[in-house]
């Protein structure tokens, strides 16, 4: 049983690391270099090790391995948000200076998706067992769609039902304002592509969501070490997604 302190630390620490994320590299608009990304990628696991051995010693060798497990499940799976994340950038050609901004509210809103999926998963196992089992058939037909042929434009643009949704209900410009939401036209205040563009990314990360958190469950039913592994698997993921293209 984890205490209600070691929650609150916890909480602040991740809070702390995302807001000194933002104040570092986000705030200010760059193009991270490759040797940059790779070196801030190699913080955020060293972070996330470092974290894993303090579990391990205050928490005893079976939370510690189930926090590895956890964490490099879910680093693994949000390798293919990162792929999405690519398409979706492409498809709204977003400039390149603006996309740690993009990627930073993805994070966020993916913690939070992921967190209230994850206590509720809690809830509903600790309540009816037989929901351990449903999450199980979740990643059955997951993969079972991964098996199927992809056909020949399935890549050539990110247009699933969240992009096409927003683009039926919100009237955006043509062309980005820099990094704002809103701008004014004529007199109307009008959304910019940069917001839709974090609508798709906030959608996709919830879709990504439904076959994540029942891997991990799958590995452990530790509310604690589940939010922890997602925390830190996301909390590097924009470097990642830096090295990713650049390398590409």
């Known amino acids: 049983m984890v205490s209600p302190t070691t929650w609150i630390l916890t909480l602040v620490l991740i809070l702390g690391l995302m807001t000194f994320d933002y104040v570092v590299h986000v705030?200010?608009?760059?193009?991270p270099t490759v040797r940059e990304a790779a070196r801030w990628t190699a913080i955020y696991v060293g972070f996330a090790?470092?974290?894993?051995?303090?579990?391990w010693q205050l928490g005893g060798s079976k939370m510690g391995l189930e926090f590895f497990a956890g964490y490099i499940t879910e680093l693994s799976l949000s390798v293919d948000n990162l792929f999405v994340f690519l398409i979706i950038m492409a498809s709204f050609k977003v400039p390149r200076a603006y996309q740690?901004?993009?990627?930073?509210?993805?994070?966020v809103f993916s913690l939070i998706a992921r967190s209230a999926f994850i206590f509720l998963g809690v809830a509903l196992i600790n309540t009816f067992s037989w929901v351990f089992y449903l999450f199980g058939l979740i990643l059955l037909i997951t993969a079972g769609n991964l098996l199927k042929p992809e056909s020949e434009d399935s890549e050539d643009e990110a247009n699933n039902i969240v992009i096409r949704t927003a683009k039926?209900?919100?009237?955006t410009t043509p062309r980005y304002e820099g990094d704002r939401l809103f701008t004014h036209v004529d007199g109307k205040r009008l959304m910019t592509p940069m917001l839709l563009v974090m609508i798709a990314i906030g959608g996709t990360d919830v879709m990504f969501a439904l076959?994540?958190?029942p891997a991990i469950f799958g590995l452990t039913q530790n509310a604690y070490t589940v939010f922890t592994a997602v925390a830190f698997s996301l909390m590097g993921l924009r470097q990642l997604y830096?090295?990713?293209?650049g390398l590409l």
């Open 27 to 31: 705030r200010s608009p760059h193009t």
């Open 100 to 107: 740690q901004k993009v990627l930073e509210f993805g994070i």
């Open 49 to 55: 090790a470092a974290f894993g051995v303090g579990t």
């Open 242 to 245: 830096f090295l990713i293209d």
């Open 168 to 171: 039926r209900l919100f009237r």
């Open 211 to 213: 076959d994540s958190i």
